[in-house]
């Protein structure tokens, strides 16, 4: 059974650029959540999606967007880059929303460098 | 609110020792659960157990085991025997039932097992 896979595996994008990271979940998984990892915040939630809705946001602004399709396949963009934004960005997803108390499985992440 | 500290920042041990990884959590919700994930160099993380608020029995897998202590809000993760493929950081997290909708990570533990 394939796991989460994320592409882009790596990227490089210029300050105020945007970019579109792509995950599939697990074959079944309906809920997808995107996480971002950095070495000083650790890893932090950005959102949930569960059957094309978004169904919770972590503390990001407003230029950090998702979305999932019908086939559960789900997007994240981040509009107007910044150096901060420099990051390992980590898709997860479960069978039903993590409310429930369900694993979630990661992919192997997108690799973001703002320059 | 949703909390989980894992106060060990780096461990580093030789091979063939046992090392334990601390967690403690924090949470208002009598449903709960609690993972351990891994995360070797290449990024993605890897789930290792799941426990819910409600089985405190200690499990043992292999050279893992865990011991879960409603009473002082731990969750901690034995290595025994460690081996260099052990080393990575490993991750504690809690997903509430009621009260919260996504996962909350710890910082983290860097385990580093010397040949």
């Known amino acids: 059974k394939a796991g989460v896979t994320q592409t882009p595996r790596y990227l490089i994008k210029t300050r105020g650029q945007q970019v579109t990271l792509s995950c599939s979940p697990i074959?079944?998984?309906?809920?997808v959540s995107w996480y971002q990892q950095t070495p000083g915040q650790g890893l932090q939630f950005l959102f949930e999606?569960?059957?094309?809705?978004?169904?919770n946001k972590g503390n990001f602004p407003g230029r950090f967007s998702g979305r999932q399709f019908s086939n559960s396949r789900s997007e994240m963009n981040v509009s107007t880059l910044e150096l901060g934004d420099s990051a390992l960005y980590l898709c997860?997803?479960?069978?039903?929303?993590?409310?429930?108390?369900?694993?979630?499985?990661f992919g192997e992440g997108s690799w973001l460098t703002v320059v | 609110a949703q909390k989980v500290t894992q106060a060990q920042t780096e461990i580093s041990v030789v091979e063939k020792e046992d090392v334990t990884l601390d967690c403690v959590y924090e949470t208002r919700d009598t449903t709960y659960y609690l993972f351990w994930y891994k995360q070797p160099p290449s990024g993605e993380l890897v789930f290792l157990i799941r426990?819910?608020?409600?089985?405190?029995q200690n499990e043992i897998s292999g050279r893992y085991s865990w011991n879960f202590q409603k009473s002082t809000s731990s969750f901690n993760f034995t290595i025994t025997a460690s081996q260099v493929v052990d080393s990575a950081v490993y991750f504690c997290?809690?997903?509430?039932?009621?009260?919260?909708?996504?996962?909350?990570f710890g910082p983290g533990t860097r385990l580093s097992v010397l040949p």
């Open positions: 999606y569960f059957s094309e809705t978004q169904r």
């Open positions: 997860a997803s479960s069978m039903r929303p993590t409310s429930s108390g369900n694993t979630i499985y």
């Open positions: 997290a809690l997903s509430e039932s009621n009260y919260g909708q996504n996962f909350v």
């Open positions: 426990r819910n608020s409600f089985d405190e």
């Open positions: 074959s079944g998984h309906r809920s």
